[in-house]
């Protein structure tokens, strides 16, 4: 049976496996993976660490996370594990792990995420920068020559114009940290022509012309445009949209969580696509695993962090001289 043609369960994924090999052609980070006390977590942790990907450092109830590992079958003995009292305090501990410099990357593990964010966004003790912090979902669509970075599909809700000026360039500083030789955003609305009554046609034509003026960087960007013409060349075509992005996008940036969420989850449940996962815009990625998530999945989110702290480290490097 050809690949193409497998069940999604069968069916080869060449884009994570690309990134999952270039992230282990380079240094393994140091990872803190607040409270992993189950078995989906435990095992990206270990299965990760196996790969050279990442250095585990396992923050939570230590005796939770002995008895999930020994369930699973799971060797953690050379891991690091930092007891933590309940899950509050295993986000909190993973946090000041980033801060004291001991970890390049933070994973979620069988915590809400909105424990894990209330303690990235802290005020005092938190890692914010001067980014807005956003989500990214780096899907492998079947059929689909390039991987497709979706974003905000799961952080800010109903972001205005300023916050969609970070999460641009959010998306597209994490488009050239995973190898993409040319990053191409489209700016979605249910149109592509600028339309008074629809404000998020507006809010793309804005950022378009902040791209022309030097206020996003490192990208191509073109909008509104209709999800058809953002990534088919024949319905741009047949719109006659003459553009460098139109029918060609690698990046996809939604009006809204809603429309966002929407929009992955139809790719995931309707086209077999799987949705690798990271928060950028802190001063670390971090890795938010879903218990429905493959393995490879998992894998290639850290993967993605990796390729995203080295990127980080060369423009600390090059600030420096």
Partial sequence: MPDDAAPASQRRHDKYERLVDAARQLRGVAMAVAHPCDQVSLESAVEAAKLGL????????????????????????????????????????????????????????????????????????GIRTARRISHCFIMDVPGHADALIISDAAVNIAPDLEAKVHIVQNAIDLAHAIGAQEVRVAILSAMETVNPKVPSTIEAAALCKMADRGQITGARLDGPLALDNAISAEAAAIKHIVSDVAGRANVLIVPDLEAGNMLAKSLSFLAGADAAGIVLGARVPIVLTSRADVLLTRLASCAVAVLVAAARRVDANAAVA
Avoid: N
């Fill in 54 to 125: 990442i250095q585990p450092i396992l923050v939570g109830p230590a005796a939770r996370i002995r008895a999930a590992a020994d369930g699973a079958k799971l060797d953690i003995g050379s891991f690091e594990l930092i007891d933590a009292e309940h899950s509050q305090d295993s986000a909190e501990k993973a946090v000041l792990l980033v801060k004291s410099g001991r970890a390049e990357a933070l994973m979620k593990g069988s915590l809400h995420t909105d424990e894990l964010m209330a303690a990235v966004v802290a005020r005092d003790r």
